[in-house]
C-alpha cells in the first residue's frame, strides 16, 4: 500500500477506534489532540522543508503514540501504541523497513534515543508543542484532570505546578521552526511558574484544597489500631472459649453414650440424671456453635456524597462485584480521606455488634454448661445413693 492511502486508511481507523472507546475523562489526550499533532507535524515539516516520506512516517506514527492512554497506561503508552500500529500494518501489507521506520518512531515520542532520525525528531516537537503555545494554561489544565482521572487521585496545585516544573525544565524542542518559534514561550511559562512557587500565599491555596481529614493526627490513626486490634482479639478469645466448651461437651456426650446409655436398661434410675446431663450438653454445644458462627457481612450502606454503597472489604459484598467495579469503588473510597475514617468508624461498630451477639451466646452457654453439669452431678448422687 503506498504510504499516501496508508495515511488516509491509518486516520480513519484511529477515528473509529476513539469512538469506541473514549471516554469523556481522557481530556487531553483525545481523538483531537491526534487531529492536531498531525497537523502540527505538516507545519513544522513545511517549515523546516522536510522530505515528503519523511513527514509521512511522522504523521503514521502520530496517529499511535497515545493509544496508551485509551487503556489507562500510564507508564510508557507509547509501548502499548507501538505494538498496535505493527498489526494494523502488518494488515495493510506495509513492508517491513517501513513498519520498523513508523514502530521506532513512536517508541521515541517521549524518550528521544542518542542517535534521533529526523522523524523521531519531528513527532517528538510536534507531541510537545503545546509546551510552547500560547494557551499551554489551558491545556495544562485539562492535562491535569486527566492523570487524576488515569492515577485514581487528587493533584493539588502546588504538586501540579511541580510537576509542569519538571517537565518544561527537563524537554527541549530539536527542530529550527520549534527551536526559534516555541522554545521562548515555554521559557516564559517556566518563568511563570518559579514566580508562582515562589509565592507563600500557595501554601494557603494548597491547605485549603485539602479535605478537612487530610491531616488526621498519628494519635487518631493510633487509636482506630488499638480498636480494630481489641475488636480481633476479643473475637479470637471467644472463638477459643467456645471451642473448649464444644470440646469438653463432645467428650462429654460420647463418655455418655459409650458406657451409661448403652447398658441403660441395667440403670434404669439413672435414666433421669442421663437425660438432663444430655439435654444440658447439647444445649452449651448449640449456644457455643452460635457464638462462633461465621456473621455475614452487613447490606449495602453507603449512600453519601457518592461514596461506595457496600461493605468494600467484607469478601461476601466486593464478590459479587466485577473487578473494575471493585477497583473503581476502592479508589473512589480511598480518594476521599473523610470516607475512609468514616468507612473505620461504621466498621468498628458493626465489629462491636458482632462480638455482643457472641458474646450473649458464650454466656448463655457458659451458664447452661456450669448449672446443667451441677445439677446433673446432684441427681447422679442421688439416684447412686438411694435408688441402687
Partial sequence: ??????????????????QQQQTADLCYHHHG??????ERIRLIAAANHTPYETMLIAELAAWFHALGFLQRQTEHPESFGAM?????LHQQQVPEATTQQITQCILAAYDLP???????????DAIHFDYGSADWDIKSKLLQQEMEWLQHRSISSREWKMLQ????????????????????????HLEQLHKS??????????????????????????????????????????????NILISINTIIVSVLFTTVAARIDEFPYLRI?????????????????LATIPRRGRKPYWDMHNEPKTDLLYFGNYTRMTREEYHAEM????????????????????????LKKTYRYLNAAYYVFLFGFVVSVILFGVALLYFK
Avoid at 542518542?114 to 517528538?124: F, G, I, K, R, V
Avoid at 488499638?226 to 478469645?237: P, S
Avoid at 440424671?273 to 456453635?289: D, F, G, H, Q, R
Fill in 33 to 38: 489532540y491526534l487531529t492536531q499533532t498531525v
Fill in 273 to 289: 440424671p442421663v437425660i438432663v446431663m444430655t439435654v444440658c450438653n447439647l444445649s452449651t454445644i448449640v449456644l457455643a456453635l
Fill in 114 to 124: 542518542a542517535q534521533p532520525t529526523e522523524a523521531q525528531l519531528l513527532l517528538h
Fill in 165 to 188: 516544573l519538571g517537565m518544561l525544565e527537563k524537554h527541549q524542542y530539536h527542530t529550527p521552526f520549534a527551536q526559534q518559534t516555541l522554545e521562548p514561550v515555554k521559557r516564559f
Fill in 1 to 18: 500500500m503506498e504510504l499516501e492511502a496508508l495515511r488516509q486508511a491509518t486516520a480513519a481507523h484511529i477515528q473509529q477506534l476513539y
Fill in 331 to 354: 479508589f473512589k473510597m480511598i480518594a476521599n480521606p473523610e470516607a475512609v475514617y468514616t468507612y473505620m468508624m461504621d466498621m468498628n461498630h458493626d465489629m462491636g455488634h458482632a
Fill in 84 to 88: 498496535l500500529a505493527k498489526e494494523w
Fill in 197 to 242: 512557587l515562589g509565592k507563600k500565599n500557595l501554601k494557603k491555596e494548597e491547605e485549603q484544597q485539602q479535605q478537612p481529614y487530610a491531616n488526621v493526627s498519628r494519635g487518631v490513626e493510633t487509636m482506630f489500631r488499638l480498636l480494630i486490634r481489641t475488636n480481633f482479639d476479643l473475637t479470637g478469645r471467644a472463638d477459643t472459649k467456645a
